[in-house]
């Protein structure tokens, strides 16, 4: 019989940070809208997403995006590819997102990797602006990039999920995607799963990331009574 993991629900970057302390696979769900824009790249055929830090955040944990840079540019160079740089502000203009991603940057470019596009932090839509096949995709923002951060500094297993429509996605299908992704990514040797809203103030990543862990706790618990 397969054993059933623990499952939490919690919040912020310092959840996310202490669930991968814990050793613990993490979800960073943040839908408006870093996880929906990576959504919306992994739709569009993204060999890999990330999140990472701005150079300054005030959450009361440490983040390393400098760290991210690089092991995002380190995949990127194994497969021949360049890097797509999501980034905020949305309505600002490119240089105003380089500014606030200097650390990353600086780790990418360690690496001698291209950013190929720097975007806003649209959402959904993203996908329209660049060709996101087999490139490497980082979004730095301010909720959800922080909270992958401060998760990433442990642990590889630190994923992304929405409940919002994505490029190929609506209605159910981004949520059972996001589990999906966390049962193929599981292994005996994570302590539990924790799914974390990006930030306790935002309503839509609580409710979101509520689902999620409704969602997760019921397709493990049938695989716990039903095991294949």
Do not use: W
Request: glycine fraction near 6%.
């Amino acid at each position: 019989m397969v054993k059933l993991p623990e499952i939490i629900l919690t919040a912020d970057a310092s959840g996310a940070q202490k669930a991968a302390r814990q050793g613990m696979l993490v979800m960073i769900v943040d839908v408006i809208d870093m996880s929906t824009s990576l959504e919306s790249a992994i739709d569009a055929g993204a060999l890999a997403v990330f999140g990472a830090s701005p150079d300054y955040t005030r959450a009361p944990v440490e983040t390393s995006p400098e760290y991210v840079g690089m092991k995002a540019a380190i995949l990127a160079r194994e497969h021949g590819t360049n890097i797509i740089l999501i980034a905020e502000p949305r309505a600002g203009d490119e240089a105003e997102r380089l500014a606030r991603c200097q650390k990353l940057i600086k780790g990418v470019e360690k690496e001698q990797v291209f950013i190929e596009k720097v975007l806003p932090n649209l959402g959904a839509e993203i996908y329209k602006l660049a060709d996101f096949t087999e490139r490497v995709v980082v979004a730095v923002s301010d909720t959800g990039g922080v909270a992958y951060d401060a998760a990433f500094l442990y642990t590889s297993q630190v994923y992304t999920g929405t409940v919002a429509r994505s490029k190929n996605k609506k209605g159910m299908e981004p949520a059972l995607a996001a589990v999906a992704r966390i049962r193929q990514n599981y292994r005996e040797a994570d302590s539990g799963i924790a799914i974390v809203a990006a930030s306790s103030n935002s309503q839509e990543d609580v409710l979101a990331a509520q689902l999620i862990y409704d969602l997760t706790t019921a397709q493990f618990t049938d695989q716990e009574i039903n095991p294949r």
